[in-house]
């Protein structure tokens, strides 16, 4: 089928669409291959919990014996090989997410690590890394240090090990996702190699991982391999595109606890908070997720079979393993990435006739452009990219509900810098 059925690509561009989907025919087997075992798994655990009917029904006021909302968690923590989970429609991002795991376990003297860099802009005011911010966990008298990546953009062992030696680290946290970086973003083998590096030399740490974005990229999770605590958005991969918000926090028993008397408050905890019909969106964005996972792999892969063929560096590769969802394609100029943007919103099922224009976005150093016509707000499981205009100039691409209307937004970004001169053919 011609894309130009509907939309008007320039045929030189469809025969490099032909490459690039030749080149991704490998990659999009063994993509089917980890679909299938985690859409299993989730089904399992479905059948195992016994969902029914009345397990879709919403809680009101204090949300007491909420079915529903306890047999979610249930499932939710076999699904992420963990003990005990938390998900809730309540948490208004994935940093709020994370920031209620950290406060949930760490005290006052407590220590820090990131062993992984340093984190996501975001998450910086979280820490309080940078500068004063009223709330942060240094604010509470919560030390932050982190361990610098190594020439290679990767996880640095012997650093870490050093490091973990000299200091009393309450906390080793491991960001899985690249975030706005070119490094690598991390493969469960290289979570796990991390783990057992902080075993050795600092046992009684506990290891928390930020798996935005991973959740469903492999058929293991990082709890699968010996991290302690996990957290994520609802509205990135393990909603599957129909939660409307939320986010989940996985992990061993003793700190899911921890954690709920954060989320609610001490003493009470997880036993309120009320669904107010959300259930059934949460339930089936769980069970729908490995599949619109499995299509955004696909997108992703094919992105960048796409672009490097283009001239364009990419990573990852397109024949490379991965660990989650997100692609960058280095463009080298504003225009470059302007183009690019304004190109994908083109394609969107939302707001397509809007176009993206860079902005000085809350948490963010730089002005960044982002390209997200979604039926949720900010939902990075449906086709988006985004960038900081800084160099260099790279769109960090996610998601894709369906692998056929995405690779159309990526054409069409394409299609869009080919008019801007931004691609030479």
């Keep these: 089928m011609n894309i130009n059925n509907f939309f008007n690509v320039d045929n030189r561009l469809l025969e490099f669409d032909e490459k690039a989907l030749a080149l991704s025919k490998e990659r999009f087997e ?43 968690d249930k499932i939710m923590a076999d699904c992420m090989g963990a003990e005990d989970a938390l998900i809730r429609h309540s948490f208004a991002s994935g ?38 911010v009223d709330g942060s966990l240094a604010d509470f008298g919560i030390e932050y240090g982190e361990v610098a990546l190594d ?24 960001q899985r996702s690249r975030g706005y970086s070119t490094r690598p973003s991390l493969t469960i083998s290289d979570i796990e190699e991390l783990i057992k590096a902080v075993r050795e030399v600092s046992p009684d740490s ?29 509205i990135k991969n393990p909603g599957g595109g129909i939660a409307p918000s939320g986010g989940y926090i996985a992990g061993r028993h003793d700190l899911i ?44 892969v094919y992105t960048a079979a796409l ?43 939302v707001d397509s006739f809007v176009i993206p224009e860079p902005w000085d976005m809350p948490g963010y150093t730089d002005p960044v452009i982002m390209a997200a016509g979604a039926f949720t707000l900010g939902a990075s499981i449906e086709l988006s990219a985004d960038g900081p205009l800084r160099e260099p100039y790279a769109a960090w691409m996610q998601g894709g509900l369906n692998f056929h209307s995405a690779k159309a937004g990526v054409l069409l970004a394409a299609q869009k810098m080919l008019e801007k001169g931004a691609i030479n053919l």
Aim: aromatic share 8%.
């Design 151 to 174: 020439s290679n953009g990767k996880p640095d062992i012997e650093a870490i090990k050093e490091t973990l030696k000299k200091e009393n680290c309450k906390m080793a946290y491991i």
């Design 30 to 72: 063994e993509i089917d291959k980890i679909t299938e075992f985690c859409q299993l798994k989730v089904l399992s655990s479905f059948i195992k919990n016994g969902v029914s009917e009345a397990s879709f029904s919403g809680s009101t006021g204090y949300g007491y014996d909420d079915r529903g909302r306890d047999i979610l």
């Design 307 to 349: 672009f490097s063929l283009l001239g364009f560096e990419v990573t990852p590769s397109p024949l490379e393993k991965r660990g989650d969802i997100i692609q960058c394609v280095i463009l080298g100029s504003a225009d470059g990435l302007i183009s690019f943007c304004q190109g994908m919103q083109s394609g969107a099922p």
């Design 206 to 234: 506990i290891i928390m991982v930020d798996n935005c974005y991973g959740e469903f990229a492999e058929t293991k999770e990082p709890c699968d391999v010996g991290a302690d605590l996990i957290a994520g958005s609802l």
């Design 257 to 300: 606890e921890k954690c709920a008397a954060r989320m609610t408050c001490a003493g009470v905890g997880r036993e309120v908070g009320a669904t107010l019909g959300h259930n059934r969106e949460l339930y089936m964005g769980l069970f729908s997720a490995p599949h619109v996972v499995g299509e955004a792999m696909k997108t992703a």
């Design 95 to 132: 940093t709020h997410t994370l920031s209620v795991a950290l406060f949930g376990v760490l005290r006052p003297g407590d220590k820090v690590i990131s062993i992984t860099g340093r984190p996501y802009d975001t998450i910086t005011g979280v820490f309080g890394i940078d500068e004063k």
